[in-house]
């Protein structure tokens, strides 16, 4: 008796290959995240569904020879032993051109872009991220939507298509009809497709409660990296929760409420007062959001610097939404020069961490680089205390 078996892997390897890559280019995304969300291409999509990333290359196995010792592959009298070092990265050439060096002999490495769905990219971004301590309030108005599959059907649309138990399916048709389980011709009535159902929560009331310093001294960079970290917040909360308000305000020496585009494309000038930015968010959650209501986050994003005799005011009021919101968060914009430089006299976050220890519910972080944004949103938006999500 003669045994078969079919590969049938071999009438998928396209198919194979091509998930392959896929998961390939997912786990290269997930690893940069940090750089891909302040990539500009993703800030300034404007609507559209793709976008190229650049993602380095995947390096080929290959044999490299050793420049130093000039052992080859298959050269050599065969003097080698185990342990013995083959191969070292040659050192750039220095010199004492501009910098200190001169221009540099290795080849670089190599970089594709890969063009990606921007809701994937917005997938790997928030699988973590939450409204942190969300409460039980009076009222429960916020519905969240999750779509999971739970019944396997006759009938739907080939998309839907589960292949493994069509196989099985197919397999004991067989079986009843000829007495010997085997894989056969497909017919219609062997065909399972899954289906599936919205689930639906309601949760309690929130709002999120966005300022951003558009003063003079916000230039390119800093009004770049608070406008990166609030278009992940924003798409963050409008793909997860299907009804959170959102308050913008813009401040410099003075405070107002605008509307979201204007919140994105306002130029900055004039000078810095934080405190009329807390006032006005103080206002607003009196008047409309009342917390025992209301979940309520405020988010700030300055450079730092403040009128000095405006301190301790906005301290004052700074402690007052850390005591009656649910969080107050509070991001610090470095300048370019990068994590090397650093204020000594006049940072907000620094007098912030040390009036504000005394709760819970203030978060600050230092952003001194586009790469930061990313673990900004780690850090405010992580489980903290309650969370009914």
């Not at 138990?165 to 219609?188: D, K, M, W, Y």
Request: net charge neutral; charged share 30%.
């Amino acid at each position: 008796m003669g045994v078969q078996r079919n590969d049938w892997s071999l009438q998928r390897k396209g198919q194979i290959d091509q998930d392959r890559h896929a998961e390939r280019v997912r786990e290269a995304i997930r690893q940069n995240l940090g750089s891909i969300v302040s990539n500009e291409s993703i800030i300034l999509a404007d609507g559209r569904k793709r976008v190229k990333v650049p993602i380095r290359s995947l390096d080929e196995y290959k044999f490299r020879f050793d420049h130093r010792k000039r052992k080859h592959v298959a050269q050599g009298d065969g003097n080698t032993s185990v342990g013995d070092v083959v191969a070292r990265e040659p050192q750039q050439s220095q010199g004492t051109g501009r910098g200190g060096r001169r221009a540099g002999d290795q080849p670089g490495t190599e970089y594709f872009e890969a063009e990606v769905d921007v809701d994937e990219i917005a997938r790997l971004v928030f699988e973590d991220l939450h409204l942190p301590n969300l409460q039980e309030k009076a009222r429960r108005e916020i519905p969240s939507r999750e779509t999971r599959f739970t019944e396997i059907r006759r009938t739907g649309i080939m998309s839907n298509l589960d292949k493994r138990r069509s196989l099985v399916e197919n397999i004991r048709r067989q079986a009843r009809e000829t007495g010997r389980a085997h894989l056969g011709p497909f017919r219609p009535e062997d065909l399972r497709y899954r289906t599936w159902e919205e689930q639906h929560a309601f949760e309690s009331n929130a709002v999120v409660i966005a300022m951003m310093d558009v003063s003079g001294s916000m230039g390119e960079f800093k009004k770049y990296v608070a406008r990166s970290f609030y278009f992940w917040m924003v798409r963050f909360l409008r793909t997860r929760y299907d009804n959170v308000d959102i308050v913008f305000i813009s401040h410099h020496t003075e405070a107002k409420e605008v509307t979201e585009e204007q919140f994105f494309t306002q130029g900055e000038s004039g000078g810095t007062v934080v405190s009329s930015a807390y006032r006005l968010a103080l206002d607003i959650i009196a008047a409309r959001y009342p917390t025992r209501d209301w979940n309520v986050y405020p988010f700030h994003f300055s450079d730092g610097d403040n009128y000095y005799s405006d301190n301790d005011e906005a301290v004052k009021l700074a402690d007052e939404l850390a005591s009656t919101c649910n969080l107050f968060g509070y991001g610090e914009i470095g300048d370019e020069e990068g994590p090397s430089y650093r204020r000594t006299t006049g940072a907000l976050l620094s007098i912030f961490g040390d009036r504000l220890r005394h709760t819970d519910r203030f978060a600050g972080v230092r952003i001194d680089d586009r790469a930061d944004v990313y673990p900004a949103l780690k850090h405010f938006f992580r489980k903290r205390g309650i969370d009914t999500d």
